[in-house]
């Protein structure tokens, strides 16, 4: 990662354990702005899993920023939309590492936040005001508002949403779709809408000895939670992105820590869209047809079923 021009004070390096968070460079200034370090250099259990989180997707960032950067056929800033930003950690540290004084800063990259909490926005839009980050912007908007707005750009090469409550990822990626986001980099929180669908829906599938992996309702909380993740993945593929699912940090640091990388890379989509379609079916998911072939404009017709 790129140092910053801060460098840390030394008590904070011989601290032990809760200073190895801080990356080499990171600004320790922008840590306290965000009340991750304390004016003392100390940081609570909480910040400190935080900031673990946000340094490695930054990490995972890095390189995608570096490929658009290297496209020769480029003209523009690079355009980043971070979906239920919250306090922004990860917009206003990203910003911090990598657009800060970079030369595409001037041709206008930037970094957009999106957050339904009017008060977490306006103190973002401080923040970013009393830092001198004039490339960030922070939108009081629902991610589905935000998908027609026009305080967006049309394209976008960037899509992240980190723990995104609920169906907000699910419109983080109709976002992405719909702005043709060359990369989108999501850590879904936890969905109840598949989960509950399949509740729903448990009587009609019990024939099938596979509704034996959702029969108890411990099971169907954590099997709808993992299905809308392969949902999303599937989803992702059927418009011609290659994804890839991985952990962000160890699972002792946050049970909400998949994380999702699709690449748009124009594959071909209709096998993942007849496999979407056939897992919905074979979960009893029908009903939610629309929300995971949302954005679709090209998915095959549902297969003709052949007469016996
Ligand atoms: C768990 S927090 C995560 C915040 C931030 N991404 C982070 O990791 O620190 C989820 C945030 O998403 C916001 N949010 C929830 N649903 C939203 C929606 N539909 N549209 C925009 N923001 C939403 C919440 O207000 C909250 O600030």
Redesign the pocket.
């Known amino acids: 990662m790129r140092r910053c021009a801060q460098s840390l004070p030394p008590a904070l390096t011989d601290n032990g354990t809760e200073m190895n968070e801080i990356k080499p460079g990171q600004s320790t200034e922008l840590l306290q702005e965000l009340h991750i370090l304390t004016r003392d250099g100390k940081m609570n259990q909480d910040s400190r899993r ?1 900031l673990k989180q946000v340094n490695h997707l930054c990490q995972f960032i890095e390189p995608l920023l570096e490929e658009i950067r290297a496209d020769p056929a480029r003209q523009e800033g690079i355009r980043l939309v971070d ?5 922004s ?2 917009g206003f540290i990203l910003y911090d590492f990598f657009f800060k004084g970079h030369a595409d800063e001037a041709a206008g990259s930037h970094i957009y936040g ?4 009017a008060e ?1 926005v306006e103190k973002s839009r401080e923040l970013a005001a009393r830092l001198g980050f004039a490339g960030m912007t922070f939108l009081n ?4 508002q935000s998908i027609a707005s026009d305080q967006l750009p049309a394209r976008v090469d960037i899509v992240t949403a ?5 169906t ?1 990822t699910d ?1 983080a990626i109709r976002f992405a779709l719909a702005r043709q986001a060359r990369f989108i980099v999501l850590v879904p ?1 936890c969905q109840a809408e598949v989960a509950a669908a399949l509740r729903r829906n448990k009587d009609r599938v019990l024939a099938s000895p596979l509704a034996e992996i959702w029969r108890h309702p411990l099971h169907t909380r954590e099997f709808g939670s993992h299905v809308t993740n392969v949902l999303r993945c599937l989803q992702l593929e059927a418009h011609g992105y290659q994804v890839s699912v991985t952990e962000l940090v160890g699972w002792e640091h946050s049970m909400k820590n998949e994380l999702i990388i699709a690449r748009y890379q124009d594959l071909p989509r209709r096998r993942p869209a007849e496999r979407l379609r056939e897992l919905l079916q074979l979960l009893g998911l029908e009903e939610l047809g629309a929300r995971f072939f949302a954005g679709a404009q090209e998915l095959p017709p549902a297969p003709v079923q052949c007469q016996p």
């Open positions: 935080k979906h239920g930003a919250g306090k950690y990860l999106i957050e339904t909490r977490l908007l629902s991610v589905e980190l723990h995104a409550c609920n907000a419109d929180c």
